[in-house]
């Protein structure tokens, strides 16, 4: 079975980090994009970052460009979010999801829509105080 962990979550005050961890199980994880996204309490589920494990190409939404880090340890099946610079407004449950070699066309020309990705881990909160 496919299975998405994701961990690390916790309360911060603004301008504090975060390291969120995502452990992987049951496909070819270096055949996959692995994904963050999060949603905030009323709002969509929004992507935050993304990595292509196979060669650990990355994107970031605007909101974190030059805040959060995506990586990933190919050897652990896992992927980590650095979130550095936190701001309240981060406040969300963060989800990691996995887009197969199947998605690929849908990947390229949406890589933030919930849609292109097909499994889904359970959430961790972050909650980031003023």
């Known amino acids: 079975d496919v299975q998405l962990q994701a961990s690390g979550g916790g309360l911060v005050q603004a301008g504090g980090s975060l390291r969120l961890s995502c452990a992987t199980a049951?496909?070819?994880?270096?055949?996959?994009?692995i994904g963050w996204f999060r949603q905030a309490p009323g709002k969509e589920r929004e992507g935050v970052s993304f990595?292509?494990?196979?060669?650990?190409?990355?994107l970031y939404a605007d909101s974190v460009q030059g805040r959060f880090t995506i990586s990933s340890d190919n050897a652990r099946n896992s992927v980590y979010l650095q979130m550095d610079s936190l701001k309240p407004e981060d406040t969300a449950a963060y989800y990691c999801?996995?887009?197969?070699?199947?998605?690929?066309?849908?990947?390229?020309?949406?890589?933030?829509?919930?849609?292109?990705?097909?499994?889904w881990g359970q959430g961790t909160l972050v909650t980031v105080s003023s």
């Open positions: 999801a996995a887009s197969s070699p199947r998605k690929v066309r849908e990947w390229a020309r949406e890589p933030a829509a919930t849609t292109s990705y097909d499994y």
């Open positions: 049951g496909f070819r994880f270096d055949d996959y994009v």
């Open positions: 990595i292509v494990t196979g060669d650990k190409s990355t």
